[in-house]
């Protein structure tokens, strides 16, 4: 079993930044691929990031390329999503998973765990 925490999510500015932290129970933390996904009032879950085990392979949804970036310390068992130039219409529920594999994926039905959400605003 994995338990995934969220933290860092709040109300920021358009154009600002924040940095959301995702942290897991567990020591197989390396051997997960994790995801970032998120749900705004509404509308369904869609993805936002992906990083592999190692961290070395990366994909990100057209919507945030070039403004989020997702990177992973396995010593910490942390996932991280850095938020930045942030659009009113990044406003939502941000959510990290774990998948019980090495590569990540882009579908949230492949992820095993999931985290409670931190909740994002972006105020224009």
């Known amino acids: 079993q994995v338990q995934l925490v969220e933290s860092g999510g709040g109300l920021v500015q358009a154009g600002g930044s924040l940095r959301l932290s995702c942290a897991a129970s567990?020591?197989?933390?390396?051997?997960?691929?994790m995801g970032w996904f998120r749900q705004a009032p509404g509308k369904e879950r869609e993805f936002v990031s992906t990083?592999?085990?190692?961290?070395?392979?990366?994909s990100y949804a057209d919507s945030v390329k070039g403004r989020f970036t997702i990177s992973r310390d396995n010593a910490k068992n942390t996932v991280y999503l850095q938020l930045n130039s942030l659009k009113p219409e990044d406003t939502a529920g941000y959510y990290c998973?774990?998948?019980?594999?090495?590569?990540?994926?882009?579908?949230?039905?492949?992820?095993?765990?999931w985290g409670q959400g931190t909740q994002v605003t972006v105020s224009s």
């Open positions: 998973a774990a998948r019980r594999v090495l590569s990540g994926s882009y579908y949230s039905f492949d992820y095993d765990y």
């Open positions: 567990g020591r197989t933390f390396s051997s997960y691929a």
């Open positions: 990083i592999n085990w190692s961290g070395d392979s990366t």
